[in-house]
């Protein structure tokens, strides 16, 4: 599940995150059976790449 842009702010300040943010967001996964995804941006503001993470089941 994407993170919406409610859980951003409230876990960063800012609209578009950055590799530094990953700590900041990691927490938006706790629970099993969870994944989340996370669009990165680079320095210049640009899409970069697409953070995964979160918990199975097993």
């Known amino acids: 599940m994407p993170l919406r842009e409610d859980e951003i702010l409230a876990a960063t300040g800012g609209a578009k995150l950055t590799r530094e943010h990953i700590e900041a967001i990691d927490g938006l996964a706790e629970e099993r ?3 989340r995804c996370a669009v990165l941006h680079d320095t210049a503001g640009n899409p970069s790449e697409i953070y995964f993470w979160g918990f199975s089941g097993d």
Do not use: E, L, T
Request: glycine fraction near 34%; aromatic fraction near 34%; charged fraction near 0%.
């Open 33 to 35: 059976w969870i994944g």
